[in-house]
């Protein structure tokens, strides 16, 4: 093992991770061949490191990177040279709020070379994926803006606007118009059709609008303190515009939240709520696919499973460029019984966000636990850090390694789990947690994590 040990830390010191872990794996299936046995607690520590490593590299790498050129302004009136400039500015810093996206400063415009050469130079230059250029020109009582959204390696054109409006509304416009751009470089880059369809189409309010997808970065990081930080900005979006259904839904995502992973004293108290905002959202938008959505999941926490699964199809049908509504299905369809359906709507929400948010990443192992595929399960619930951090990952962590065989391993998890929540028990959260439709979904998870030694 010390050997081993040595050669992982010789390929991680030249930057090559995969084969450390390779080493490792390979290390562990000749030595450990036996059920019960299991590599040091140092050696495994190492290799957490080297996974959680690979996995900030990951997404460093696939997060989208974005640079805005000045937008040039075009015509004969110096005067209105203050258009482009301005515009560019507060473009720029409508997207630095944009989740999920890394804006980098960009360059002086360039020396008159087109757009596709200025993107390959600026894609080089400032290691981005993706440049946003345009112009902005006064022609007689006319204001015209064009965007365009280029891929640096391959000069490729993605995306391209025009906007015509009157030159006396420049200022008034100028809002509206990088509101649109900001939209789609959303849907574009980061949220999939979902923020176009979904999370814009309900508000007119501006301000609201960012204060919600503020809110979903904060969510999903399925912490306790970011949900806190996501119902204070719900909160003050719903403030702003009191009809914004995408405010109400995941609000009540909120309370599903608090009472799945104990952060109420009330479980059943936080589930009626989060069927509150349910119906509200539903009385202001009866078609909203994601209150559907919401509605399905609050009556599977009270276990009402009847007329579940018609609520979560007709949330995938009035959503169905959705990717967390797609997700929502999947998790849903585990719960009630169906996971192999399961799977392919979690595949089809990855397909559909391809920068797809890591807690997805649990709702894969979910649905990989309860169809029998413990190690594809495990794999899953191991692969980010976030699904690793979250308790419904933990808890099928352990369970997987026990239902493989895998004793120690299964243990080792949940010791650190009691650890960090000494007063988790089968009995007080799992009910919680996972509420199985079938009993014999509960009687295997109870039967896992009490082989792992889970109180």
Not at 210 to 219: H, K, M, N, V
Request: hydrophobic share 45%; glycine share 8%.
């Amino acid at each position: 093992e010390a050997l081993t040990r040595r050669i992982m830390v010789a390929l991680r010191g030249a930057g090559r991770l995969e084969e450390a872990i390779a080493a490792f794996q390979r290390y562990r299936a000749a030595c450990f061949a036996q059920p019960g046995l299991a590599p040091s607690g140092e050696a495994q520590a190492l290799l957490q490191d080297l996974l959680d490593e690979r996995d900030a590299l990951r997404l460093q790498a696939e997060q989208p990177s974005l640079t805005v050129c000045p937008f040039a302004s075009l015509g004969s009136d110096a005067g209105l040279r203050w258009v482009g400039a301005g515009f560019t500015e507060n473009l720029t810093a409508a997207l630095t709020r944009l989740p999920g996206l890394t804006l980098i400063g960009s360059l002086p415009a360039g020396d008159g070379a087109d757009s596709a050469t200025r993107a390959r130079e600026l894609g080089r230059e400032l290691a981005v994926r993706y440049v946003l250029t345009g112009s902005v020109q006064a022609s007689g009582e006319r204001l015209r803006v064009t965007a365009q959204l280029i891929e640096t390696a391959t000069a490729r054109h993605l995306w391209a606007e025009r906007y015509d409006r009157a030159l006396s509304d420049a200022l008034a416009v100028q809002d509206e118009i990088i509101d649109r751009i900001v939209v789609a470089m959303q849907v574009q880059l980061t949220e999939g059709e979902q923020a176009r369809s979904v999370w814009r189409e309900t508000t007119d309010d501006l301000q609201a609008w960012e204060l919600a997808i503020r809110g979903l970065a904060s969510f999903r990081l399925r912490t306790r303190a970011g949900h806190e930080e996501a119902r204070r900005l719900w909160t003050a979006a719903l403030q702003r515009d009191p009809s914004y259904v995408m405010a109400l839904v995941p609000l009540g995502w909120i309370y599903i939240g608090m009472a799945r992973y104990g952060w109420c004293d009330d479980p059943a108290a936080a589930a009626r709520l989060a069927e509150d905002y349910a119906e509200r959202a539903l009385e202001r938008s009866p078609r909203s696919g994601p209150a559907h959505g919401l509605m399905a999941h609050s009556h599977i926490l009270q276990r009402r499973y009847g007329g579940v699964e018609a609520l979560l199809r007709r949330a995938a049908e009035l959503n169905a460029s959705g990717a967390d509504t797609a997700v929502i299905v999947g998790a849903g369809l585990s719960f009630i019984g169906q996971p192999r359906e399961a799977l392919e709507w979690v595949r089809k929400a990855m397909r559909l966000a391809p920068c797809y948010p890591e807690w997805y990443l649990a709702v894969l192992a979910r649905a990989h636990y309860f169809c029998g595929d413990y190690a594809q399960a495990v794999q899953a619930a191991q692969q980010s850090r976030i699904s690793r951090q979250m308790l419904g990952g933990r808890v099928l962590t352990a369970a997987g390694h026990a239902a493989l065989g895998e004793l120690e391993a299964a243990r080792e998890c949940v010791r650190d789990l009691l650890l960090d929540l000494p007063a988790f028990t089968r009995a007080t959260h799992l009910p919680w947690l996972f509420p199985m439709q079938r009993t014999a979904d509960s009687d295997r998870l109870e039967a896992d994590l009490r082989a792992a030694g889970c109180p």
